[in-house]
Antibody, heavy 126, light 107 residues
Framework: DVQLVESGGGLVKPGGSLRLSCAGSGFNFDTYNMNWVRQAPGKGLEWVSCIGSSGRDRYYADSVKGRFTISRDNAQKSLYLQINTLTAEDTAVYYC???????????????????WGQGTTVIVSS | DIQMTQSPSPLAISIGERVTIICRASESISSYLNWYQQKPGRAPKLLIHSASSLQSGVPSRFSGRGSGTHFTLTISSLQPEDVATYYCHQSFTTPWTFGQGTKLEIK
């Protein structure tokens, strides 16, 4: 089965750090462009970060730039998100999501994100 | 950043009726528009990519149209299992952005 499984969420104090992980299986992880998308309680979806299949290209939402770092290990079929200097506004369910390879001249998400994990919850509170 | 605006929300429709959800982009995004369905407590699910391409395994009652700044998601005949929140998502340029969501309910 195609699957993404996140881990690493939890309760953390403001200013703290966490490292989220996402393990992929059942598909060609090393060809997929991978993302983190979050959803604050009762709110909509917010894209956080994207990394290309090789790991060379990385993109971030302005709200997390400089605090979050996305990375991947294709040998381990894993995606990571290092999140630092957490604030209450970072409280959310964090989903990892992947999109298939896209044609040259298009963007990494031309075909959308067709594989999603179940999410891991990050709560920032003192 | 490109702003995505959905309408209407919430939306209450009777079983068997046709549903149309509108998504507007603040600037042209060509056909770089995707639609997701999210049921309570679940991860989003891709329904439509590239504005009008039905994702594999998605029922044919779902369809998407549009280009530029105006897009629609249509459910031809609403089924009980379609109760969910629907999001449009532009993939034209970073930061990728989502609409605020349209909550679909049964009348």
């Amino acid at each position: 089965d195609v699957q993404l499984v996140e881990s690493g969420g939890g309760l953390v104090k403001p200013g703290g750090s966490l490292r989220l992980s996402c393990a992929g299986s059942g598909f060609n992880f090393d060809t997929y462009n991978m993302n983190w998308v979050r959803q604050a309680p009762g709110k909509g979806l917010e894209w956080v970060s994207c990394i290309g299949s090789s790991g060379r290209d990385r993109y971030y939402a302005d709200s997390v730039k400089g605090r979050f770092t996305i990375s991947r290990d294709n040998a381990q079929k894993s995606l990571y998100l290092q999140i630092n200097t957490l604030t209450a506004e970072d409280t959310a369910v964090y989903y990892c999501a992947g999109g298939p390879p896209t044609p040259p001249g298009t963007t990494y998400q031309y075909y959308g994100m067709d594989v999603w994990g179940q999410g891991t919850t990050v709560i920032v509170s003192s | 950043d490109i702003q995505m605006t959905q309408s209407p929300s919430p939306l209450a429709i009777s079983i068997g009726e046709r549903v149309t959800i509108i998504c507007r982009a603040s600037e042209s995004i060509s056909s770089y528009l995707n639609w997701y369905q999210q049921k309570p407590g679940r991860a989003p699910k891709l329904l439509i990519h590239s504005a009008s391409s039905l994702q594999s395994g998605v029922p044919s009652r779902f369809s998407g149209r549009g280009s530029g700044t105006h897009f629609t998601l249509t459910i031809s005949s609403l089924q009980p299992e379609d109760v969910a929140t629907y999001y449009c998502h532009q993939s034209f340029t970073t930061p990728w952005t989502f609409g605020q969501g349209t909550k679909l309910e049964i009348k």
